[in-house]
């Protein structure tokens, strides 16, 4: 299986800021990488997919790139509404995988 | 737009099944040639991909988990079942149902989950 490794796993941050959380896969995925966000108790919401194609719907604060084995996903100016845990996930092979998870909280 | 919702026991005793059910709406499951999904959440980690199922009910299961799962769908219903066998306290998770076209292996739309413990 590929292991998928994100940093960090928990960030303090405050509204405004630029964020950057990574994720590091354990064999080149080419740019078969996706990026979620989820808040309590809601579902998870698609953000990025194939590493930097911004999901319709969502804020182009987002951003996403990276290839082969290192990705990272940026937040240009945080919002409250941004406060929240991000996690990739590897689409090259099956069984699909997950990072850890990024909680972003308010700092 | 599709809407998945899961429904369930919320306990289920160690050595028993897991039963869930994902209802799909806002689409017939008969139109769509997608694969649909079961991924779960342990408390204080990642999601883990158990399987998929299409509409003609091919599977894929993770081989982690492949021994104990088993995956069906029910169009005339427009619903998905998951089962999970032999359950133990590590199988306690927030279960999603979920979907994505061929080729397009990312999870869009997702269900809110239902929490599944595992306890006597």
């Known amino acids: 299986d590929i292991q998928m490794t994100q940093s960090p796993s928990s960030l303090s941050a405050s509204v405004g800021d630029r964020v950057i959380i990574t994720c590091r896969a354990s064999?080149?995925?080419?740019?078969?990488l996706n990026w979620y966000q989820q808040t309590a108790g809601k579902a998870p919401k698609l953000l990025i997919y194939a590493a930097s194609t911004l999901q319709s719907g969502v804020p182009s604060r987002f951003s996403g790139s990276g290839s082969g084995t290192d990705f990272t996903l940026t937040i240009s100016s945080l919002q409250p509404e941004d406060f929240a845990t991000y996690f990739c996930q590897q689409g090259s092979s099956v069984p699909f995988t997950f990072g850890q998870g990024s909680k972003l909280e308010i700092k | 737009q599709l809407q998945l919702q899961e429904s369930g026991p919320g306990l289920v005793k160690p050595s028993e099944t897991l039963s869930l059910t994902c209802t799909v709406s806002?689409?017939?499951?008969?139109?769509?040639?997608?694969?649909w999904d079961w991924i779960r959440q342990a408390p204080g980690k990642g999601q883990e991909w158990i399987g998929n199922?299409?509409?003609?009910?091919?599977?894929y299961y993770n081989p982690s988990l492949k021994s104990r799962v088993t995956m069906s769908v029910d169009t005339s219903k427009n619903q998905l079942s998951l089962e999970l066998s032999s359950v133990t306290a590590a199988d306690t998770a927030i279960y999603y149902c979920?979907?994505?076209?061929?080729?397009?292996?990312?999870?869009?739309?997702w269900g809110q989950g239902t929490l599944v413990t595992v306890s006597s």
């Open positions: 979920a979907t994505h076209p061929p080729r397009n292996n990312w999870f869009d739309p």
């Open positions: 806002g689409g017939s499951i008969s139109n769509y040639n997608y694969y």
């Open positions: 064999q080149s995925i080419s740019t078969y």
């Open positions: 199922i299409n509409k003609a009910g091919n599977t």
